[in-house]
């Protein structure tokens, strides 16, 4: 088997699972007890959380939400605010390369009234900071752009948005880091709120984050039942929350080493994948991350390639992974405008797991299917 879809899900690192079983057997306390066994699962929680603030390098007033991943950590972030700030406004603007849990609630509060506004992006996907400027109004309460999109790997120029936004005090600026972190260099400092979950960098399914600096009030999506927060309900899960921070602890660490290995790899893709027929690159070298290589192969139907691609062992996508019953890549469509790009699209996500033989394997496979 080839895995080559790192980007929709990673494999839980063994560390990573010791944690969690080591602390599965022994914090068996409900960690809002008053009891010493809650005790001992809730100073778990707290050292884990500090923990995961140095590793983030996260300053005094950010606050750590945990989530049960990065899905419910944007819907929390958009939807929180819009219910605490509907008095001061009903405008909010995003980017067309957000993931569907930032489209999603975004749908829902325009059919409640709220008025979305989405800013130009440039002909690699980048957004046009002086049109994002020109749309900021009175009534703007939140600005959403993901830092990395998960179809293109498009990089956005999250310091120089958040240098912009400074001058307006009143708009929260929200980004889906989901890409970013454990993989590439950002500071969720320059971030009003953040969103991203485990399992994007070898942790568990169902535990995610949202940071939050302490100006940006909240309405909870879950209420009732104490929690590490007041902004979600619910009991805290001490190991999940204790191998999340395992995984990001091995990701941070190993950050630069791994970043470099994919991207000699990505390189290495480039320099193989140019040479078939009717390929066209989606992810620019100089603007997308490494982890992700979009491209069209013009004349195979995306579904197909991937369907393909399955019976010779290699696992890829097409689009998103929560978005792949669709016909056309909504981020390569809002690249290029092209259809038989975005319905020929597909996506190679790499990791430092990810080999020259795996790549090998990838274009001998992709050669055959272009012949047939």
Do not use: W
Request: charged letters at 20%; aromatic letters at 6%.
């Amino acid at each position: 088997m080839i895995y080559l879809d790192y980007s929709a899900t990673t494999s839980v690192d063994e560390r990573v699972l010791q944690v969690y079983e080591q602390a599965s057997r022994t914090l068996i306390g409900n960690p809002n007890s008053s009891h010493r066994l809650g005790q001992e699962a809730k100073k778990a929680i707290d050292h884990a959380t500090a923990d995961i603030r140095s590793s983030l390098k996260l300053s005094a007033n950010m606050d750590i939400i945990f989530t049960s991943g990065a899905s419910e950590s944007n819907n929390l972030a958009i939807k929180g605010i819009a219910e605490k700030r509907s008095s001061f406004g009903k405008h909010i603007i995003t980017s067309s390369f957000e993931h569907p849990s930032v489209t999603g609630p975004l749908n829902y509060l325009s059919r409640k009234g709220f008025e979305i506004d989405f800013v130009e992006t440039d002909e690699k996907g980048q957004i046009n900071l002086s049109h994002l400027e020109s749309l900021i109004r009175p009534d703007t309460i939140l600005v959403s752009v993901c830092a990395v999109n998960g179809e293109i790997g498009i990089i956005q120029p999250i310091a120089r948005i958040s240098d912009m936004l400074r001058k307006y005090p009143h708009v929260c600026f929200h980004s889906d880091v989901t890409q970013a972190v454990g993989k590439y260099p950002i500071d969720l400092n320059l971030l009003d709120m953040a969103s991203f979950s485990a399992h994007k960098f070898y942790g568990p399914k169902g535990i995610g984050i949202l940071t939050r600096k302490n100006h940006c009030m909240l309405e909870p999506l879950i209420h009732g039942g104490h929690s590490t927060t007041v902004f979600r309900s619910g009991t805290p899960i001490p190991a999940l929350i204790l191998a999340l921070t395992e995984a990001l602890n091995i990701s941070v660490a190993n950050l630069e080493e791994r970043f470099s290995h994919v991207q000699l790899i990505n390189q290495y893709a480039r320099g193989q994948l140019v040479k078939l027929p009717g390929l066209i690159f989606n992810s620019s070298s100089d603007t997308c991350i490494p982890h992700i290589l979009n491209v069209s192969l013009i004349g195979n139907l995306s579904s197909k390639t991937v369907l393909f691609l399955e019976k010779q062992g290699i696992y890829l996508s097409n689009h998103s992974a929560c978005s792949s019953e669709e016909k056309l890549s909504s981020a390569v469509m809002a690249l290029c405008h092209d259809e038989k790009r975005a319905s020929s699209s597909f996506r190679i996500s790499i990791s430092y797991l990810t080999s020259i033989s795996d790549i090998d394997a990838l274009i001998k496979s992709l050669k055959a299917m272009v012949t047939l």
